[in-house]
């Protein structure tokens, strides 16, 4: 077996171990983490993992995107 298989095998595992930690990071904290301060006060059983936390939460970060290139634009005209 060539090093640069056995490099190439284990370089991969770890750029999946990175990208699967980053994906984890960025939807569980940042997305579901907001989705679910806003599902809170509707549903109070309501757990960070529920698919609603994600719905609002991805919600929440396309109306701040959208604003924000709305508040780019006015500024830049």
Same mark, same amino acid.
């Given at each position: 077996?060539?090093?640069?298989?056995?490099?190439?095998?284990? *370089?991969?595992?770890?750029?999946?171990? @990175?990208?699967?930690?980053?994906?984890?990071?960025? @939807?569980?904290?940042?997305?579901?983490?907001?989705?679910? *301060?806003?599902?809170?006060?509707?549903?109070?059983?309501?757990?960070?993992?529920?698919? =609603?936390? *994600? @719905? =609002?939460? @991805?919600?929440?970060?396309?109306?701040?995107?959208?604003?924000?290139? *709305?508040?780019?634009?006015?500024?830049?005209?």
């Amino acid at each position: 077996m060539p090093v640069e298989e056995v490099m190439g095998g284990v *370089l991969g595992g770890i750029a999946r171990f @990175l990208g699967r930690w980053l994906v984890e990071l960025v @939807l569980g904290v940042v997305v579901q983490g907001v989705g679910w *301060l806003l599902v809170r006060p509707f549903r109070p059983q309501a757990a960070p993992e529920d698919s =609603a936390c *994600l @719905l =609002a939460g @991805l919600c929440f970060w396309c109306v701040a995107a959208a604003g924000g290139v *709305l508040a780019w634009r006015a500024v830049a005209a």
